[in-house]
């Protein structure tokens, strides 16, 4: 089982609106959790990392939570743009020099 | 610079061929990592390298020979690939193992033929 799951698998949404993306970790110990996005054949591009003490952490239009009680983190994205269309992959790190991978969530917003 | 830059950008290699992708950043980061990822789905890690020598390899097959000849660069060799290693090959490098600053290239489209 993998040990971070995010949910939904994809996402169809219509510009200018919101969008909340699911992300649940069981890594342990945690160090700090990362939202990339990721366009198709491009590398992942850092939206934000969150520390074991911090539970929000915006970087403009995104935002991000992180509950480490629950081990559950969100990425809100306000005002979809048709730029948004990539995959958004939540990742979690461990104390040592692995990162865990969620399989991502495809969004789409559509005109 | 804070740039992971990685060339080729696509790549076409015959399964008896030989290749090499590179990797090179020049932010001081002293951790520097391989992934391959398939379409749709996450990365996986290949290798790390910490201060230039190899710490992790994931049992990767060893058609894939990774090098480092100094904390900037990072090679990875390709020698009798399969068609099943067509893949996006992604670099990445971090200031130390704990993945501070952990930044990626925009990684090489390998078609294997």
């Known amino acids: 089982k993998n040990q971070v799951e995010q949910s939904p698998q994809s996402l169809i949404i219509l510009e200018g609106k919101n969008c909340t993306l699911q992300?649940?970790?069981?890594?342990?110990?945690?160090?700090?959790l990362r939202w990339y996005k990721q366009d198709t054949g491009r590398g992942p591009v850092s939206l934000t990392i969150?520390?074991?003490?911090?539970n929000t952490k915006s970087n403009g239009r995104y935002t991000a939570t992180l509950d480490a009680d629950t081990k559950q983190s969100s990425l809100h994205i306000t005002a979809s743009q048709l730029s948004d269309s990539a995959s958004y992959i939540c990742v979690v790190s461990a104390i040592v020099q692995r990162m865990r991978f969620g399989a991502g969530t495809r969004l789409t917003v559509k005109p | 610079d804070t740039e992971v830059t990685q060339t080729p950008k696509h790549l076409v290699m015959g399964m008896t061929n030989k290749k090499s992708l590179k990797c090179e950043q020049h932010m001081g980061h002293r951790a520097m990592y391989w992934y391959k990822q398939k379409a749709k789905k996450p990365p996986e890690l290949m290798f790390v390298y910490s201060y230039e020598k190899l710490s992790i390899n994931e049992s990767v097959p060893s058609r894939f020979s990774p090098e480092c000849p100094n904390s900037s660069l990072l090679n990875l060799h390709l020698h009798a690939l399969q068609p099943e290693d067509s893949a996006l090959y992604l670099c990445?490098?971090?200031?130390?193992?704990?993945?501070?600053?952990?930044?990626f290239g925009s990684g090489t489209r390998l078609t294997v033929v």
């Open positions: 990445a490098s971090s200031q130390g193992g704990g993945g501070n600053g952990y930044t």
């Open positions: 992300c649940n970790y069981t890594v342990s110990p945690f160090s700090n």
């Open positions: 969150m520390t074991f003490s911090e």
